[in-house]
């Protein structure tokens, strides 16, 4: 039997980052997984980031992850969405080339030197005296006291085209069936659904009627600390191109509605509400003349498209028919059908904050198997699940994240106290602290964080020292120049004349004190970049509001650490209705923070609880 300090089970953006965040951490990593190229492999549409999204991908870099660095590497093309709103609300995303994903994914996980790469089948877990202890593979039994499970759509996968059925958690690659092994440990399973739309030839599409979307000119990346050599040096970006459904294709899906896996009556499970299938768009939207779809490349070297916003479940037929109603689609060859895909996943209530489970002691969950959607929301889990492992197996600090803190956070929280009703998707509006939370301050946020727990390489940590001391620095210099509003207007910048002296951070905040006004007034701004004047204009926007949720923050925190038993029998707790205990007892709450954000829960119900509360930190980890 081999023996490792952490197995982790799949190699898909959870499963990878999982691998490398215990790796880093020093752990004897095992990552098994059914085919040897699978780790980078996009199921789905070939894109990383986005709104909410994107803040993702910047925390997992700030903590050391690898997406930043691997969507660096093979990007086609990378945007900043957003940039008409506030900082706050920026999201990168970058379109990404599928081969070079996997090729950058490979360099960064060869670079981990206690990890490996185990061809096999996971046929079953192994629990001794009531905690996890390994694994039953198909190449024989592996054992760790720390096994993570990244398993995507694999769980229980059945796909779905019109009325065909065919097990498999993608196409041409099984299914697991450790479902029913988590059911017998008593894990709470139930069923959820995805889609993805079929894929197109390039060659068949007609171009020149379409309108094209670039890039942005300055390139915006995820990571602040480089990239590997995997990246497509030296080649231009790729456009994406934009097309429209219209009033014929609708009406054949209409027409056709009852031959859909999702309208005949095969699929019972709950889909993503935020990226439905074009059915669901047809009979949800019935108003609208058209739905937008983003005719997006899959690589340099690779005549796939993928016709984001198509996910279907219809027939073939019918797929050919309704994709060759839309402008530029009208000879296009369908190279592989869109498919609907059921899997099973864990009631994430049954989860520690550290994405234990609280049943099985030593078994960790990342991912779709937790409820969510997205290679993001999958990739910042398994760093999360990845590092706590490695901290249970070779009793390291656990790495704890709260929503005032990071997007991570608020999806942790989210997941563990209120479960899911559908697939969770990451989006800006579910944070409270949203101002604090952008992703061009991830690494002020979390870096430190990372390098007190061992997951940010000693590279990357010399790079964020040096920055932040040239941060430092800037940030002294622009408090220690001030001037006047006359002194201003001596230059020609006109401001209030209220007679008030303000540093020059302070008057940043005013529209008429431009970045090149600010440098004519002030020579000594000729030792501070174009970025990281900008970095610092978007913090002096931000302060007095940021000041303002410093104060929630703290209050929150304060109730966060009044700790509640992890054993607490809510039933026992004087003052508490039926239904308080009922949603107390399901979301296993284990500060009184936590409890006050179940939903329900009243304030009489958290003054019963406070007598049972005290000042110790939780274990979060196991």
């Known amino acids: 039997m081999q023996t490792h300090d ?41 894109a990383v980031g986005g709104i909410g999204k994107g803040h993702l991908v910047t925390e997992i870099d700030a903590l050391g992850g690898i997406m930043g660095r691997v969507a660096d590497a093979a990007r086609l093309q990378s945007r900043l969405l957003n940039r008409s709103k506030g900082p706050a609300v920026h999201g990168p995303r970058a379109q990404v080339d599928r081969a070079l994903y996997r090729a950058a994914m490979a360099e960064v996980l060869a670079e981990l030197p206690t990890l490996a790469i185990i061809t096999a089948a996971v046929e079953g877990l192994l629990v001794e005296r009531g905690r996890v202890a390994g694994v039953e593979t198909s190449v024989g039994r592996l054992s760790a006291p720390a096994v993570v499970l990244t398993t995507g759509t694999f769980l229980g996968g059945v796909m779905h085209i019109g009325s065909q059925r065919e097990a498999g958690g993608r196409v041409g690659a099984q299914a697991s069936d450790l479902g029913a092994a988590l059911r017998a440990m008593g894990l709470p399973v139930s069923r959820l659904k995805t889609g993805t739309p079929a894929r197109l030839d390039g060659r068949s599409i007609d171009w020149s009627v379409l309108e094209w979307q670039y890039g942005d000119g300055d390139d915006p990346r995820f990571s602040r600390f480089g990239i590997c050599s995997a990246a497509g040096n ?9 097309t429209r459904t ?37 009979v949800r939207f019935g108003d609208r003349d058209g739905h937008q779809i983003f005719l997006e490349p899959e690589g340099y070297d690779d005549i796939t498209i993928y016709p984001n916003g198509l996910s279907t479940s219809l027939p073939l037929h019918v797929q050919e028919k309704f994709i060759r109603s839309i402008k530029g689609l009208e000879q296009v060859v369908i190279l592989r059908p869109g498919y609907a895909i059921e899997y099973d996943h864990v009631d994430p209530r049954a989860l520690t904050p550290g994405l234990g489970a609280r049943a099985v002691p030593g078994l960790f969950l990342a991912g779709q198997i937790n409820g969510t959607t997205g290679y993001e929301e999958a990739a910042a889990q398994g760093l999360v699940a990845g590092a706590n492992a490695a901290a249970l197996a070779l009793n390291l600090p656990a790495l704890t994240i709260d929503r005032t803190q990071a997007y991570i956070g608020v999806m942790i929280d989210d997941l563990t106290l209120h479960g899911v009703a559908e697939p969770y998707r990451m989006f800006t509006s579910r944070a409270e602290y949203r101002l604090r939370l952008r992703a061009d301050n991830a690494d002020q946020r979390l870096t430190p964080l990372g390098q007190a727990l061992g997951l940010v390489p000693p590279a990357q940590a010399d790079a964020f020292a040096a920055a932040q001391a040239e941060r430092d620095a800037a940030r002294a210099l622009l408090d220690t120049l001030t001037a006047t509003p006359h002194q201003l207007a001596s230059h020609g910048i006109e401001v209030r004349q209220d007679g008030q002296s303000r540093s020059l951070f302070d008057w940043l905040r005013f529209p008429a004190v431009t970045h090149a006004a600010a440098r004519r007034v002030w020579p000594e701004l000729a030792s501070i970049s174009d970025d990281l004047l900008a970095s610092l204009a978007v913090d002096a926007n931000y302060a007095a509001y940021i000041a303002r949720q410093e104060a929630e923050v703290a209050a929150l925190r304060r109730d966060e650490a009044l700790a509640l038993p992890a054993d607490l029998d809510f039933a026992q707790v004087a003052g508490l209705s039926k239904e308080m205990i009922e949603r107390l007892s399901r979301a296993r709450p284990l500060t009184l923070g936590a409890a006050s954000r179940v939903a329900g829960i009243t304030p009489a119900a958290l003054i019963a609880l406070l007598p049972h509360t005290s000042r110790n930190k939780p274990t979060l980890a196991a």
């Open 6 to 46: 952490v197995i982790i089970v799949g190699a898909g953006h959870a499963g990878c980052e999982a691998a490398a965040a215990a790796a880093r951490r020093g752990a004897r990593v095992a990552l098994v997984t059914l085919r040897a190229d699978d780790p980078g492999t996009l199921s789905c549409n070939p």
């Open 234 to 242: 030296g080649r231009p970006p790729i456009p994406c191109a934009i």
């Open 246 to 282: 219209n009033a014929e294709t609708h009406r054949i899906i209409r027409d056709h509605l009852g031959e859909s896996a999702l309208y005949g009556g095969h699929i019972d499970s709950v889909g993503p509400r935020y990226c439905p299938s074009i059915e669901d768009k047809v």
